[in-house]
């Protein structure tokens, strides 16, 4: 655990949403298994990854300035439609018109926290402002938010910031509108592409390990004190909060 230091002073945290503070993997897999009920059976937990992996490059290509909506119900109905039109996975598409489609996409909106979650946000918020800085739409992310328990002070969106991450502009614009200088403010998240866009915008940096994100790197991340990229590395929401 890292020692306090590093994130003193800071007035407002955001936080990565997908992987950071819900398990997108388990939920949407588990959702998709009760949405085909009994006598279907589909790795879906291999589907949702590979919708997962769409999002990834669909994001990145709009954070770069291509083509997309910056809607994260657009954007996942697209990929969506993408998948059951491929190989793998066109033997489904006959069975999902759209309204099931539509149906399907909404299962983002419901995504559990992980275990410390709810618990660790209460606590950090007791202590400074808290919100989302996501990928995900704002209806999304209230939605979520009312399902899992998280309590935001405040919710920004690609959809709201204009872009995706880690487009300068959607840490930038969040900073601006907390009214507070960069190192001020602390993005939280799992991913460590985010955490180094953030840093570099002067931004305080603080690294979740979570068991779905990172697989490669994750538990060689280090603190600056110990070396490493990031102000601080905790395991859960409820260590970070223990911190302030």
């Known amino acids: 655990m890292a020692a306090p230091g590093p994130l003193q002073g800071v007035e407002a945290y955001v936080f990565d949403v997908f992987g950071t503070v819900v398990d997108w993997y388990g939920s949407v897999s588990k959702a998709l298994a009760d949405f085909a009920g009994p006598g279907i059976e589909e790795d879906w937990g291999s589907l949702v990854k ?8 669909y994001t990145a290509r709009v954070a770069k300035g291509g083509p997309g909506s910056t809607n994260a119900d657009v954007m996942h109905r697209e990929v969506l439609d993408g998948l059951l039109e491929s190989p793998q996975w066109k033997h489904l598409a006959p069975l999902w018109d759209n309204s099931k489609r539509e149906e399907i996409v909404l299962f983002w909106h419901k995504l559990h926290g992980w275990p410390d979650s709810s618990r ?55 900073i601006q509108h907390l009214s507070v200088s960069p190192e001020r403010c602390a993005l939280v998240a799992a991913h460590m592409y985010d955490l180094r866009a953030a840093g570099s915008h002067g931004m305080k940096t603080v690294y979740v390990r979570r068991p779905t994100e990172d697989l490669e790197v ?18 859960s929401l409820e260590e970070l909060a223990a911190l302030l």
């Open 50 to 57: 590979a919708w997962r992996s769409g999002y990834a490059e």
């Open 120 to 174: 660790g946000l209460h606590r950090i918020k007791e202590k400074a402002v808290i919100g989302t800085l996501s990928n995900g739409n704002v209806r999304l992310l209230v939605d979520m938010a009312k399902f899992a328990d998280l309590p935001w002070d405040v919710v920004f969106s690609g959809e709201l910031l204009g872009s995706y991450k880690p487009n300068p502009q959607v840490y930038l614009k969040a």
């Open 218 to 235: 994750r538990d060689g991340i280090r603190c600056k004190e110990e070396g490493g990229e990031v102000d601080v590395v905790v395991d």
